[in-house]
């Protein structure tokens, strides 16, 4: 059974702060790795994809990814509270019945408080 | 960017009737989509992969015939919930996969099924 395990939270943080998620995985052949936002009543929207070990930055979003800890993170800098949602880790299984699909974390809840 | 239209974004439909959902990439062709099946504050739960051209592959416990899948170009995936009753009621989500950049979601079609 592939996994993929993040903390379901909930995490708060001020305004202006930085936000840290944390995602871990158990197919060590996954190459690509996930973020999604998800508000609440509405469908996940794709922020950051990541693909090679390091840091990826887009904005105020940065993801990281170890693989050789099968870990990937997502910061949040300067955090607004339009930032409050879930947000959904994902990797894509690397081989199996499964293989291609996306294997989905069970989100953590962010909020952001003024 | 991509888009990922879904079409009705709600319907309520008395017990015994068909629903018919579509899923709509409008800015790329996907050989790719999915339908997820999402129950509040649950996660996301995979139920087929749609295949341009070829039959939908369905998830261990997804009944083939009473959710209807048809990817009849590479543009457009539907999804007809046939005999439709209160346990089916849900918040289904259609995705496209756009190569490797992932996937992107349709904003959701809420069925109630009364």
């Known amino acids: 059974q592939k996994e993929v395990e993040q903390n379901s939270g909930p995490l708060s943080v001020p305004e202006g702060a930085i936000a840290s998620l944390n995602c871990t995985y158990s197919?060590?052949?996954?190459?690509?790795f996930f973020w999604y936002r998800q508000y609440s009543g509405k469908s996940p929207e794709l922020i950051m994809s990541?693909?090679?070990?390091g840091d990826k930055e887009d904005g105020r979003f940065t993801a990281q990814l170890n693989k050789a800890s099968q870990y990937v993170s997502l910061l949040i800098r300067d955090s607004q509270p339009s930032d409050s949602a879930t947000y959904l880790c994902?990797?894509?299984?690397?081989?199996?019945?499964?293989?291609?699909?996306?294997?989905f974390g069970q989100g953590t809840i962010l909020t952001v408080h003024p | 960017g991509a888009v990922v239209s879904q079409h009705p974004s709600r319907v309520i439909c008395k017990s015994g009737t068909s629903v018919k959902i579509e899923c709509r990439s409008l800015?790329?062709?996907?050989?790719?989509m999915f339908w997820y099946r999402q129950f509040p504050k649950k996660s996301l739960m995979l139920m087929a992969t749609?295949?341009?051209?070829?039959?939908?592959?369905?998830e261990q416990g997804v009944e083939k015939d009473k959710f209807l899948i048809n990817h009849a170009s590479l543009t457009l995936s539907t999804l007809t919930v046939t005999s439709a009753h209160p346990e089916d009621s849900s918040f289904y989500i259609c995705?496209?996969?756009?190569?490797?950049?992932?996937?992107?979601f349709g904003p959701g079609t809420r069925l109630t099924v009364l």
């Open positions: 990541i693909y090679s070990n």
């Open positions: 197919d060590r052949g996954s190459q690509s």
């Open positions: 800015d790329f062709q996907a050989t790719t």
């Open positions: 994902a990797a894509v299984n690397a081989g199996g019945t499964s293989y291609g699909k996306l294997t």
């Open positions: 995705s496209a996969r756009k190569g490797a950049e992932g996937e992107f």
């Open positions: 749609s295949n341009e051209g070829s039959k939908a592959t369905y």
